[in-house]
């Protein structure tokens, strides 16, 4: 069984500019969710969908950050523009609903 | 809000040594717990998952136990190699939907 693709795995962007990142969750998971992890800490949660229903982006940054799933399976989170800040590795992951989250390898972003 | 906390920070540990990890939560109104391991530059890999109703999970040398009470979980991992390497972290769930509160991570160093 495939696992949760991402890409790119990295990225390096001048600030001001924009960027996305790509999820392919597990297939069947209806549930998906983006986090970013900055340097030595856990990852934080952006926002959690439900197929194609943003459930929870109450810790969005909807000034800059954007996301979508449109046909309740793969995903996109954007961010425009870009600050020096953003930079951290992002992580998506699904889960068949009330259970096991399981990770994608993340999406280096250094914002220069 | 819910805070975990994972001590210590980081430990090495020889080869063959039994590693004790934990994870303190302050909010003891938890859905479930999780376990990862994260290698450098790559994504969480599960571990184990334990519901709030179950005081322990095992799977192979990997033992987790959950005290709601005292909000507290120890992953113990029975004679460690070094393939045992990496940062440990534990995520602490809510709500039924996954909202994970995670902690900073323990990053481990097994020497051979």
């Known amino acids: 069984e495939a696992g949760v693709v991402q890409s790119p795995r990295y990225k390096i962007i001048e600030k001001k500019q924009p960027v996305a990142f790509w999820c392919n969750p597990i297939?069947?998971?209806?549930?998906l969710y983006w986090y970013r992890q900055n340097l030595g800490q856990g990852p934080e949660l952006l926002i959690r969908?439900?197929?194609?229903?943003?459930?929870?982006d109450s810790q969005l940054p909807k000034d800059r950050f954007s996301a979508e799933r449109l046909k309740g399976v793969d995903s996109t989170l954007k961010i425009q523009p870009a600050e020096l800040g953003d930079s951290a590795v992002y992580l998506c992951?699904?889960?068949?609903?009330?259970?096991?989250?399981?990770f994608g390898p993340g999406t280096r972003l250094t914002v220069l | 809000k819910q805070e975990v906390t994972q001590i210590p920070a980081a430990l090495s540990v020889p080869e063959g040594e039994n590693l004790v990890l934990n994870c303190s939560f302050t909010?003891?109104?938890?859905?479930?717990l999780q376990w990862f391991r994260q290698d450098p530059g790559k994504g969480l890999t599960s571990l184990l998952l334990?519901?709030?109703?179950?005081r322990e999970q095992t799977s192979g040398r990997l033992n987790a136990s959950l005290d709601k009470s005292s909000g507290r979980s120890t992953l113990y991992i029975a004679a460690s190699q070094p393939g045992d390497s990496a940062t440990y972290l534990c995520?602490?769930?809510?709500?039924?939907?996954?909202?994970?509160?995670f902690g900073a991570g323990t990053q481990v160093v097994v020497t051979p």
């Open positions: 969908y439900e197929n194609e229903e943003a459930v929870d």
């Open positions: 297939s069947g998971h209806n549930t």
């Open positions: 334990i519901q709030s109703s179950q």
């Open positions: 909010d003891s109104a938890i859905y479930n």
């Open positions: 992951a699904s889960s068949p609903g009330q259970a096991e989250q399981f």
């Open positions: 995520a602490v769930s809510t709500d039924s939907w996954g909202k994970f509160q």
